[in-house]
């Protein structure tokens, strides 16, 4: 009837403008909060299936808000997307991360790998290239040690300047992955044409794992290939045994997730690295 059209675009309309409030405030508070250093890097450990070992990290922001608490990376990345505000927050990430891996080298941690996780539109940034070459004189860490993830869909666009990119970071001897492999609109031809190292496999195709016939096959099917064209394979959200077991038996090389670390800040992450590395 009319009357519940009406209401229900009044009840759209109300939460259209919620949200778009929300959106706003974030976005104010996002200029402030990089001014302010409330962000802060966690770490989650990757495991090499065949001995269960840590031999790298992945670092995931987080923000510190200091009314709303902990506000996930999910919430407001996109809206630093959005703003722009991505290129600074997206900076700071990087160095962040390189003066970690130099602490942790200076501290006679055992080397491990860590990995950045990098947004479109801060891959689109014409001198991305030169602000990550700064990042590693200033740091002075071991290039072999940083990681850079991509998605599929930042492939997809501007071919050219893409290959010449990471082409670039491949000189310098920065390993690159792709992040959530088999959720973008990926033609996997780009794995030919990119010099690319290692695919994640979504954890979407993991949870269901020993569960759902088609994500077996997907991931089995993911491994064959990922072997075949030499790139190394993780896979990401692993929170059970079974799947770490089915994992293990297609030869799946590295794995994240909950069945074996959480993310953890900083000093969590040092006193789990003295326990549970061994290279
Ligand atoms: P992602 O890169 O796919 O990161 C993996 C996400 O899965 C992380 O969420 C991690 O905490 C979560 N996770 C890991 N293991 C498990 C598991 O076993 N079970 C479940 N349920 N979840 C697991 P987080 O930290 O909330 O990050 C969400 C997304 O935000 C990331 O997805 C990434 O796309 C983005 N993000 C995080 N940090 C950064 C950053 O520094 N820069 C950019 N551009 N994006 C970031
Ligand atoms: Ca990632
Ligand atoms: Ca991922
Ligand atoms: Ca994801």
New binding site residues.
Partial sequence: SKANAHNGYRVYQEQMSEGFSAYLTLGGGLRKAIEEGQFEL?Y?PKIRSSDEVTVGA????RWHHPEKGMI???QF?PVAEESGL?LPL?EW?IRKACEQLKTWQDQGLPPINLS????GR?FLQPDLVEVVQQILLETGIDPNLLEL?LTESMLMSDAHGTIKKLHDFREMGITLSI??FGTGYSSLAYLKKFPIQALKID?SFIQDLGIDGDDDAIVKATIAMAQSLNLKVIA????SRQQMNLLTDYECQEV????FA??MCCDDFEKYLETFTQI
């Avoid at 994240?256 to 069945?259: F, I, N, P, T, V």
């Fill in positions: 966690y989650q992945e670092a995931l922001i996930p990376p999910d990345i991505i997206g990430v950045v996780n990098l947004s801060q993830e992040d959530d954890r990401e959200g692993v929170e994240q997730g909950y069945l959480k993310p």
